[in-house]
């Protein structure tokens, strides 16, 4: 299927409360060479954000939820919501640095494996280096995630897969996403265009990122690793998990987090489906290994699910 390139791509934002650094993200979005929907869910902000974008940005579609959702949730909304071929997702404290962006990492979609991209970005406030950038320009290089404020996905892939699994609530989304993409046969790809610049806000809570990022680490392990590996796995996760915490002095969260994960393994014993073995090693090759070209792996690759009927660029 041909698109029109209105049809091609929304930019998806979800905010709560950060309407100065909102603003930017907009902007930067409205922006693009090419043109672009814009698509921003307010997860219950109180801080005069659907306001402000009404009164600033009348271009942009807004949708509000009275209650907080929480992201997750809401990036599942926004998948349903929008109706363009791709879904780019960056953070509302993350802009596009470059107006080139969105219309280079489409470019990056030609591969019929290639079913998600995680876009370079670089967070200023920290190291400064890029990250998730091929590390070639030629070739297809295959990663085994991306993070969720710099990358973008087929619409109508993330639907048939069913999107993220909204019981993680917040954190880990992605790589549960990724893992069952491969087991459909698709890859993500690392980008090549220009990077996405992420401001990480003061405003992020740690002590939900911490609590959260350990509990789905092993809600991880009981969702998708196959059973002979799993027993190995969910020790590997529940030590590293506590061992970091000591590392970065916030034990205490993230052993209630790895506690909860426990909890909630048995609330979903029946929700089980791991993927095979072929996918589970390769994933974890490419997590602990890094990334590789297609070619090094395209006969380790399972066949196209039934979602192979998903119109490509």
Not at 17 to 39: F, G, H, W, Y
Not at 213 to 223: M, S
Request: hydrophobic share 40%; proline share 4%.
């Amino acid at each position: 299927m041909t698109y029109s390139t209105q049809d091609l791509a929304t930019v998806v934002i979800t905010t709560k409360n950060r309407k100065d650094e909102l603003r930017t993200a907009i902007r930067s979005a409205l922006s693009q060479t090419l043109p672009v929907k814009v698509l921003l869910i307010d997860d219950g902000s109180t801080d005069g954000t659907t306001e402000m974008v009404r009164a600033e940005f009348p271009q942009v579609r807004l949708e509000r939820s009275a209650e907080s959702l929480g992201y997750i949730a809401q990036r599942n909304r926004a998948a349903r919501l929008a109706t363009t071929a791709f879904v780019f997702s960056i953070d509302d404290d993350a802009e596009f640095a470059s107006s080139h962006t969105i219309e280079q990492t489409l470019a990056d979609f030609q591969h019929p494996r290639v079913g998600a991209v995680a876009i370079p970005y670089i967070e200023p406030g920290k190291a400064n280096m890029v990250l998730q950038r091929a590390p070639a320009r030629e070739g297809t290089w295959v990663t085994d995630s991306y993070v969720g404020t710099a990358h973008a996905v087929r619409r109508e892939l993330f639907l048939k897969l069913s999107g993220y699994r909204a019981s993680l609530v917040h954190q880990g989304e992605e790589g549960d996403f990724c893992v069952r993409l491969l087991q459909a046969g698709w890859l993500v790809r690392l980008g090549r265009g220009n990077p996405i610049h992420h401001h990480e806000s003061p405003r992020r809570d740690s002590s939900r990122m911490d609590f959260y990022g350990r509990r789905n680490d092993v809600l991880f392990a009981w969702h998708n690793v196959p059973t002979s590996y799993f027993p190995i796995h969910l020790l590997g996760t529940t030590l590293n998990g506590l061992l970091f915490g000591v590392r970065c002095g916030r034990f205490a969260r993230m052993a209630r987090g790895i506690a909860a994960g426990y909890v909630e393994c048995w609330r979903a014993r029946r929700e089980r489906q791991p993927v095979s073995v072929s996918t589970y090693r390769l994933h974890r090759h490419l997590k602990k290994c890094g990334p590789m070209r297609l070619e090094d792996i395209e006969a380790q690759l399972p066949p196209l699910s039934s979602a192979h009927a998903i119109s490509r660029l």
